[in-house]
C-alpha cells in the first residue's frame, strides 16, 4: 500500500471543509482539517505537511497571515489558497507572500486534486535538483554549503535561502518585494537595508569565480548573471 501523504486543510465551513477532506481521503492523502488558523498553525507544527490547502477568510487567523508565518521558516512547502474573493489585488496578494496556487470558489474537487498533485509532482522535482551549480561553484542548498574547488563556506539559513532564490531564477530578475516579504515577512525600509547587507556578503562569496554578477536592477530587484 503507498504512503499517504498528509496535507493540513484550513477551511472554517464545516461541511465544505467536510467534503473536501473526504474527497482527498479517497486519492491517497491523510487530511488534517483545521476549522480556524490557530488550529491550522498547531497542525502544522505538528504534522509537518507536503502541503496546505488554506481558506483566506477564516477566524481568529485568516490565510494569508498563516502563509506569511509558515513562509518565514519554510519557503518550499507547497500552499494553495481557497477563497470566495475575485478581484485581482487578492490573487496578486497570495502569490505576493508565497502562495502556489489559488483557487477561487465554488470549484470541482477535480480540479483541486489535479492541482494538489502538479504541486507535489513539481515539489519533488526542485527537491531532487537542490545541488546547484553555480558558475565554478557548487552549491548544496540543504546543508547551506557553498564550495569552490576545495575551499567551503558555511552560509546561514537565511543567506542559503536567498542564494537559492537567486539561482532558481538565474538571469532573470528576483523582485525585491516578493523575496523580502518571503524570507523577512515584511518589505519595509529596515528589512531591505538587511537584505543588502546579505546581498554584499554573498558577492563576496562568490567573488572567486569573475563569470558570477550579482546585478541590482533599480526599483525592481537583483538578478544574478552567471
Known sequence: MDKL?????AEDEPSLGQIIK?????????????????????????????????????????????????????????????TAKSQTQDVVEGFTIGGNDYLKKPFSMEELIVRINNLLHRTKIDQSSEILPIGKYIFDFPKQLLTYQSESHQLTHREANLLFHLVKNKNQVLNRSMILKKLWGDDDFFNGRSMDVFITKLRKKLKQDNTIQIINVRGFGYKLVC
Open 22 to 82: 473526504e474527497s482527498l481521503e479517497t486519492r491517497n492523502f491523510r487530511v488534517h482539517l483545521a476549522r480556524n488558523g490557530q488550529e491550522a498553525v498547531s497542525l502544522y507544527k505538528s504534522v509537518s505537511p507536503k502541503l496546505l490547502v488554506l481558506d483566506v477568510m477564516m477566524p481568529k487567523k485568516d490565510g494569508f497571515t498563516l502563509a506569511k508565518e509558515i513562509r518565514l521558516e519554510n519557503d518550499t512547502v507547497p500552499i494553495i489558497f481557497l
Open 5 to 9: 501523504i498528509d496535507i493540513v486543510l
